[in-house]
Nanobody
């Protein structure tokens, strides 16, 4: 079993930056990909970024060039720059045995979420 513990988030003005982190606790050898999702009120959950065990990264078009995902062993980060009001959402950390599964929203493990609010 793996637990994903998130930290970071909060309130920031448009144009500002925030960093989210997620620590995987437990038997992490089963994890081949970790990523971040977000869900805004009234909207569907959206994949933000993925980091695979071979170091590959993928980003949603809406965050390319502004958000950067990185991983240090059991810790996953999301550096968010040039934040916009439309980035306001609850952000979730996710992990799975397969990057393909994670890309389509299937996950073995899921964090509790952290609120990011960007004011205009």
């Amino acid at each position: 079993q793996v637990q994903l513990v998130q930290s970071g988030g909060g309130l920031v003005q448009a144009g500002g930056s925030l960093t989210l982190s997620c620590v995987a606790a437990g038997i992490i050898s089963s994890i081949n990909a970790m990523g971040w999702y977000r869900q805004a009120p009234g909207k569907q959950r959206e994949l933000v970024a993925i980091f695979t065990n071979d170091g590959a990264t993928n980003y949603a078009d809406s965050v390319k060039g502004r958000f950067f995902i990185s991983r240090d062993n059991a810790r996953l980060y999301l550096q968010m720059n040039s934040l916009k009001p439309e980035d306001t959402a609850v952000y979730f950390c996710a992990a799975d045995r397969s990057s393909s599964r994670l890309r389509i929203g299937i996950h073995d493990y899921w964090g509790r979420g952290t609120q990011v609010t960007v004011s205009s």
